[in-house]
């Protein structure tokens, strides 16, 4: 696979708590919505692994929130495989804003 996958979005107003930020579950949906993104982008989509009678389980959920996305805000998930055994693998994230001057992540 390869090194990043990249999934732009930009935030639904649905997504937003009372707190008036994104809420922390979108932020797993995200990452579930660009994992299936990556593996299908490299000849593995869903059905795939329901052919084989196989999937992924996620064990753990380790996240740190530095700055809050707002409504409107676009932003980049991108993930990557960061380790790959026999019957495991870890998979790495990193969600940013994506900056409308410049276009890169904040």
């Not at 490299?42 to 996240?63: F, K």
């Not at 991108?78 to 890169?104: F, L, P």
């Amino acid at each position: 696979m390869p090194a990043v996958y990249e999934l732009e979005l930009i935030v639904d107003p649905d997504a937003i708590d009372p707190l008036g930020h994104v809420n922390n579950i979108t932020y797993l949906q995200w990452m579930q919505s660009a994992a299936l993104a990556h593996s299908a982008a490299q000849g593995w989509p869903h059905d795939a692994y329901v052919r084989l009678g196989a999937g992924w389980v996620v064990r753990s959920h380790t996240i740190e929130y530095l700055q809050p996305a707002y409504a409107g805000d676009r932003v980049i998930v991108r993930t990557w495989v960061a380790d790959m055994k026999r019957a495991t693998s870890r998979r790495g994230y990193r969600i940013s804003r994506k900056r409308a001057d410049a276009g890169e992540p904040e």
